[in-house]
Every structure is written in structure tokens, then in C-alpha cells.
């Protein structure tokens, strides 16, 4: 398994922007899948974005293509979630995830950070 701690999230409002962190480590965590999700008060956890190993294939949720963009350096085995244009629609708790193999939808998540919160005000 993959030890994740995220950080960066925070209060902004609406129309601005975050950059959420996730430091990893444990398996081989450069070879590893990684992604985020998040969930809202009252709403199942939901995909948002993954990436592959070497961050060339990225798979977003269409909720956010175009708004957040996932990056990784895997030399400080971290990533990243840039999000820009917020809406109060993102306020949410926001989870790394890692899993052994990147399958873009189909990716299997077996890894979760704590969370850390995004809240967006009107």
C-alpha cells in the first residue's frame, strides 16, 4: 500500500483557484497510479481525475475538463491538482488516491489519503 497526505486545501471564492498537494510514500510510488477524488456533504465519493505513472495519460471527470489539471513529480513522489475557475459546486473534501495500474476509468483505487477541504464561496 501507499501511505498519501494531502494538503493546500482551503477557502476561495468562487471563479479562483487552488493547487492541492499529495506526498506519498511506500510501494513504489513512482510506478504507481494516482489519482483524486472528492465528496461532498451528503454525496457518494465521486472520480475527479487520474493519472498514469510517468504522467503522459490522464483521465478526467467531465465535471472538471478543462477547469483542473493533475501533474506529478515523481523525484519528490508528490502530485498535484491545479483548480482553477472554482464554482460552489467543488466544495468538497478532496482525496488522493494511488492504485498499482492506471486503466483510466476502470482504474482500481486501493490506496486514499485523508482529505483535505475545498470550500468555494459565492
Known amino acids: 500500500q501507499v501511505q498519501l497526505i494531502e494538503s493546500g486545501g482551503g477557502l476561495v471564492q468562487a471563479g479562483g483557484s487552488l493547487r492541492l498537494s499529495c506526498a506519498a510514500s511506500g510501494r513504489t510510488v513512482s510506478r504507481n497510479a494516482m489519482g483524486w477524488f472528492r465528496q461532498a456533504p451528503g454525496k457518494a465519493r465521486e472520480f475527479v481525475v487520474g493519472?498514469?505513472?510517468?504522467?503522459?495519460?490522464?483521465y478526467y471527470a467531465n465535471s472538471v475538463k478543462g477547469r483542473f489539471t493533475i501533474s506529478r513529480d515523481n523525484a519528490k513522489n508528490t502530485v498535484y491538482l491545479q483548480m482553477n475557475s472554482l464554482t460552489p459546486e467543488d466544495t468538497a473534501v478532496y482525496y488522493c488516491?494511488?492504485?498499482?495500474?492506471?486503466?483510466?476509468?476502470?482504474?482500481?483505487?486501493?490506496?486514499w489519503g485523508q482529505g483535505t477541504q475545498v470550500t468555494v464561496s459565492t
Open positions: 488516491a494511488a492504485a498499482p495500474n492506471f486503466r483510466g476509468a476502470g482504474t482500481k483505487f486501493d490506496s
Open positions: 493519472v498514469d505513472w510517468c504522467g503522459k495519460s490522464t
